[in-house]
């Protein structure tokens, strides 16, 4: 398979370190606040790519991390009148709640900054060691002169950055492009023992020092959004390579913004939607179809045109789904006639276009269209004279391809109770409050859609009528 490495500026065949496992590293949330759709999309696009993998038969082993010391957790504290842990502790929780919604799995490790500042510590101390980095104060920062290659990633020259540098110039720093990766404690600060005096680790560190300890010097994927490119990730490639003499990481992957208007989606340009708030409004397979329907490396703009025409895109898959689910309980014959065997195998070569789109760079956009070309298939081709071993596998061909992309894997069936339960309990409470035109409407309700309620000494049951 082949992935973009934006080191390299191509699509290069993807071989990982050791055959058949793959060791990936995302850049994760600064958790001082609910994530908006914008991060969402970040996390959704690597949590496909993760699965996908996976697919293809890799073990992946999957760190993403959470920032919970940085200046803006520290002020949203101080604002809050709490302490930094209490806020990082708060808002890890509440990603968890978000991305379990958004059917993000889990990752092998979320390790925390906080976690490791004895190995950041480390960290730092060779770097000093070995003539990277130089302590002013206290501070100890990174020297991007003495690193032979900065800019690599970016496809920057440093003599350019160093000109056109609108970075405020402190005085201290030998180059305006040199960076913390020690801060000294200010007042009211949380700080932890170093031997520079008490502070806290700069951004980029934690990054480097955290993949080193949970995938090793070198891994096989960085990834983030599109904007870490520059100047995180050059700053983590610089700190790590300096220390190891290796290469960090063999391919590097930014996925592109989600846009509102033309412009970044950003909690600073506070034109954001959480991710909490569009999963009042959609459900995740349609948010996750709207991520998916472009290609990860295309900027998106957000809008609800866009999100209804996934949400409509989606029920024509799950109507396919579910018009297959139902065929299972009609047809007569169990097995394949030698005819349907044909069309069965025709039906599995879907399979390679999927892979071969897929492979490519991930392109889930392609990927999604040969969904919608097996469904029109499958559509015209299944019906109720057809075989239960060919409904089965019709099906079980749509949720294989929907699984990588962490969609279409609900039943229909399932749905369907779950709001029949609902609109039971509904009725239930409208008779309790004796709102009996109500309780009538819904029964009727059901009865129109050939759902019959019978009221037992257990309690309401229904049947299909
Ligand atoms: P942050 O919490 O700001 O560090 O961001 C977490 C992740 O979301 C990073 O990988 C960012 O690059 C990514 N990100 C931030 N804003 C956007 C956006 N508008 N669209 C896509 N990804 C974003
Ligand atoms: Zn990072």
Known sequence: MKIYNTLTRKKEEFVPIIPGEVRMYVCGPTVYNLFHIGNGRTFIVFDAFRRYLEYRGYKVKFVQNFTDIDDKMIKKANEENTTVKELGDRYINEYYKDADALNIERATVNPRATEFIGEIVEFVKDLIDKGYAYEVDGDVYFSTKKFYGYGKLSGQDLEELQAGA???????????????????????????????????????????????KLLGETIDIHAGGEDLAFPHHENEIAQSEARTGKPFANYWMHSAFINVNNQKMSKSLNNFFTAREVLEKYDADVIRFFMLSGHYRTQLNFSVELLDSAKAAVERIYNAIGNLENLLEEVKTDSMSEEEKAYAASLSSYRDKYIEKMDDDFNTADGISVIFDLVRDINTNITVNSSKELVKLALELIREFGKPLGILQKSTKGNLEEEIEALIAQRQQARKDKNWALADKIRDDLKNRGIILEDTPQGVRWKKA
């Open 166 to 212: 609108r970075i405020s110039v402190d005085e201290r720093k030998n180059d305006p492009m040199d960076f913390a990766v020690w801060k000294n404690q200010k007042p009211g600060e949380p700080a932890w023992e170093s031997p520079w005096g008490m502070g806290r680790p700069g951004w980029h560190i934690e990054c480097s020092c955290m993949a080193h």
